[in-house]
């Protein structure tokens, strides 16, 4: 799934020159900035530790509604990306069954098995709360720190997880940049309820977010204009996401039946 990420010359050089106008760093109280912290604690923790370390000292970037409407919109690549990425996940479930499982389903049929249906479904209830603890336990920035600062929660999601899987990737190895196009992919695993083919998915998506950040960074040489550019593109394409999260909960309710 190979989407060409375009935007006018103008867009990218009004970036550019105005980047050091951005101002994203929040001040706290008191002075100084919040320095943006990767998760550390739980399932993020463990991926966290593999990825490369920041490019020393980062702030916590505030994407302010002002902020991105001076960036191109991105909406033609965000819904080409759903597009191909609600494609992807219809072929993956079709053709490789499996696929069709999420977490949560999983352990309510292996537990169904063991204990009959009834007793099976009252034993799955807490592994899944367990489970669901385990995967969302983080630590470091949250998304919080960004509603904080009147940041729309996608823009403020999307910019958490730039700054998580993407901030510095100009200086990674080619190696080091798909760990972390996989990381991110495999992070989503907090949704439980969705396919696991959708994890599949979500990792080809993270690779273009991450095409995006370096070829934004090609042009400007900075790497806050870059982490802004590619959250501009996930927020956008996390807007339009709501139809693949149709999608992906369609597919395990129609399983279920099966």
Known sequence: MLIHITSSERGVSAMAHENNRFNLSGVLEG?????FRRPDKGVSGVLSRL?????????VWYPTPAVLRRLPSYRLAAFGLLV????????????IPWMRTSPATLVFTTTGHLFGDLWGTVA????IILLFVMVSKAGGTTILHYKAHGVKFWDGAAMYEEQWFRTGAEKWSPGQRVYSTIAFGAVHVVNIIYPIGSLIVVTLVGGVF?????RVYRRTGDTQAATLASTKLHATYN??????MAVA?????ATSFI
């Not at 807007?239 to 693949?244: D, L, Q, S």
């Not at 909960?249 to 309710?253: K, Q, Y």
Request: net charge positive.
């Open 124 to 127: 799955g209830v807490p592994i």
């Open 249 to 253: 909960l369609l597919i395990v309710a």
């Open 84 to 95: 191909g990425a609600v494609t992807l996940l219809i072929m993956l479930v079709l053709t």
């Open 239 to 244: 807007r339009f996401a709501i139809v693949y």
């Open 210 to 214: 991450m095409a995006c950040y370096l």
């Open 51 to 59: 990825l490369p370390p920041l490019p020393g000292f980062v702030p």
């Open 31 to 35: 002075g100084g900035v919040r320095q």
